[in-house]
């Protein structure tokens, strides 16, 4: 991973003047690919063709026993809903920060056991200097289940977690220091699960900081929408489909649901307990302007916020092994 020292956090200077040229071959090649599926599966009546996107989604088991030095065990919240968790945990002792990771997929595909995130939590676990215990949750999905069916899952394995971590969390799990983190749908996942969670005051669990990356939020309009309308990996059509399949029936999308920091937005201000906030961005990606104004407007209702770019970065970036 680059080193965070190197990565300017100001809102300013995104992308080149041909930020495609800096994708090597085999990513524009995946990206394509990954996008061509997509699109086939997305039905214009709002279903979805699951049999293809399982094209796009290998599954990773648990291993309950370690595996280069960190274990992983499945665990059921709620049966009906289909609700679970997979806990992953390193060998060395505790006391660790746990972080309560909501996978991405545009609220419609892939789960906690898919390989990339599987290999993702493996590798922040690997990485990170302060070893961490994580919780991937796996939630409801499109288009069967609708707002707010992903936002009830996520708090509610929150809650779950937190009441029973000691028996679903190993026992150098540390809940009093505990961080919501994800990309994409599941950053969105996280901003609201975490509003949910600062009104509600779950006495159990600490929430010290909130890790969106590249949170799936939007708008009426925005300028790198228009800049990046035919990215790759993620593009203006296919999130006019996601927003009109999750939100409520007649809403637009400066629904508080996708405008997080809009006109309809939950006043963070009053709310003493919303973590600190760090905020990663990719200059390829249309989402990048509701990025940077969900940056700012966390500064400006007093919160603590930090804004990370990758300038010539496209959306999920971080799935692509072959990226620095």
């Given at each position: 991973?680059?080193?965070?020292?190197?990565?300017?956090?100001?809102?300013?200077?995104?992308?080149?003047?041909?930020?495609?040229?800096?994708?090597?071959?085999?990513?524009?090649a995946a990206a394509s690919i990954i996008f061509k599926i997509q699109n086939s599966a997305c039905h214009a009546?709002?279903?979805?063709?699951?049999?293809?996107?399982?094209?796009?989604?290998?599954?990773?088991?648990?291993?309950?026993?370690?595996?280069?030095?960190?274990?992983?065990?499945?665990?059921?919240?709620?049966?009906?809903?289909?609700?679970?968790?997979?806990?992953?945990?390193?060998?060395?002792?505790?006391?660790?920060?746990?972080?309560?990771?909501?996978?991405?997929?545009?609220?419609?595909?892939?789960?906690?056991?898919?390989?990339?995130?599987?290999?993702?939590?493996?590798?922040?676990?690997?990485?990170?200097?302060?070893?961490?215990?994580?919780?991937?949750?796996?939630?409801?999905?499109?288009?069967?289940?609708?707002?707010?069916?992903?936002?009830?899952?996520?708090?509610?394995?929150?809650?779950?977690?937190?009441?029973?971590?000691?028996?679903?969390?190993?026992?150098?799990?540390?809940?009093?220091?505990?961080f919501l983190a994800r990309d994409s749908a599941g950053g969105n996942l996280a901003h609201h699960v975490a509003?949910?969670?600062?009104?509600?005051?779950?006495?159990?669990?600490?929430?010290?900081?909130?890790?969106?990356?590249?949170?799936?939020?939007?708008?009426?309009?925005?300028?790198?929408?228009?800049?990046?309308?035919?990215?790759?990996?993620?593009?203006?059509?296919?999130?006019?489909?996601?927003?009109?399949?999750?939100?409520?029936?007649?809403?637009?999308?400066?629904?508080?649901?996708?405008?997080?920091?809009?006109?309809?937005?939950?006043?963070?201000?009053?709310?003493?307990?919303?973590?600190?906030?760090?905020?990663?961005?990719?200059?390829?990606?249309?989402?990048?302007?509701?990025?940077?104004?969900?940056?700012?407007?966390?500064?400006?209702?007093?919160?603590?916020?930090?804004?990370?770019?990758?300038?010539?970065?496209?959306?999920?970036?971080?799935?692509?092994?072959?990226?620095?």
């Amino acid at each position: 991973m680059p080193d965070p020292s190197n990565i300017s956090s100001e809102v300013t200077g995104f992308g080149s003047s041909d930020p495609l040229a800096a994708l090597p071959w085999t990513t524009r090649a995946a990206a394509s690919i990954i996008f061509k599926i997509q699109n086939s599966a997305c039905h214009a009546d709002v279903t979805i063709n699951r049999r293809l996107l399982k094209l796009l989604d290998l599954k990773a088991p648990p291993t309950p026993n370690p595996v280069d030095g960190i274990s992983s065990s499945d665990f059921t919240v709620n049966t009906n809903r289909n609700l679970w968790f997979r806990a992953f945990s390193p060998t060395s002792s505790g006391p660790l920060p746990v972080i309560i990771y909501l996978h991405g997929g545009g609220f419609s595909t892939m789960s906690a056991a898919s390989w990339p995130y599987d290999t993702f939590c493996r590798r922040l676990i690997g990485e990170v200097p302060a070893l961490i215990v994580i919780a991937s949750v796996e939630y409801r999905h499109l288009w069967e289940h609708r707002f707010p069916c992903q936002y009830d899952d996520g708090f509610d394995a929150l809650r779950s977690i937190a009441e029973n971590s000691a028996t679903v969390l190993s026992r150098n799990a540390d809940v009093s220091r505990c961080f919501l983190a994800r990309d994409s749908a599941g950053g969105n996942l996280a901003h609201h699960v975490a509003v949910r969670a600062a009104q509600s005051r779950i006495e159990q669990v600490k929430i010290r900081g909130l890790i969106p990356i590249q949170p799936f939020f939007g708008g009426q309009s925005g300028q790198s929408e228009i800049r990046n309308e035919n990215a790759p990996i993620l593009n203006v059509s296919q999130m006019d489909w996601l927003w009109w399949a999750f939100l409520p029936e007649g809403a637009d999308r400066d629904h508080a649901a996708a405008n997080v920091s809009g006109p309809s937005a939950v006043d963070t201000s009053v709310l003493a307990e919303l973590p600190a906030t760090i905020v990663f961005a990719g200059g390829i990606d249309p989402l990048r302007d509701w990025l940077v104004k969900y940056y700012e407007w966390l500064k400006r209702s007093g919160k603590e916020a930090e804004l990370v770019r990758y300038p010539d970065m496209v959306h999920g970036f971080y799935a692509f092994p072959e990226l620095p």
